[in-house]
């Protein structure tokens, strides 16, 4: 079974930086797109940043400038670097990505099973 592995996480005070990572492994054919997702106690999980395989991204507006979204795809394996890192930027950050399994005829979507980020001083 496709599995999705993070790692990363942690305490760091504002200002600082961290760098999220997420490793996908199985019967792997091909990866699309990968999203990092977090989610704050009581509210919506929310799109973070994404990448597709040719390597476009996109970021919500609250992390554009500060966080960068990257791949190895020899490594099926997508980072997160966090940089000037806020209060409001404490969640517990998910990895998501689209696989095609089967040799090319299964698509599905995957997910990590989150990693906790704390920013305080």
């Known amino acids: 079974q496709v599995q999705l592995v993070e790692s990363g996480g942690g305490l760091v005070q504002p200002g600082g930086s961290l760098r999220l990572s997420c490793a996908a492994s199985g019967s792997i054919f091909r990866i699309d797109t990968m999203d990092w997702y977090r989610q704050t106690p009581g509210k919506q999980r929310e799109l973070v940043a994404a990448?597709?395989?040719?390597?476009?991204?996109n970021y919500a507006d609250s992390v554009k400038g500060r966080f960068t979204v990257s791949r190895d795809n020899a490594k099926n394996t997508v980072y997160l670097q966090m940089a000037s890192l806020k209060p409001e930027d404490t969640a517990v950050y998910y990895c998501?990505?689209?696989?095609?399994?089967?040799?090319?005829?299964?698509?599905?979507?995957?997910w990590g099973q989150g990693t906790q980020v704390t920013v305080s001083s």
């Open positions: 998501h990505a689209d696989i095609w399994t089967r040799n090319g005829l299964t698509r599905s979507s995957y």
């Open positions: 990448i597709t395989s040719g390597g476009s991204t």
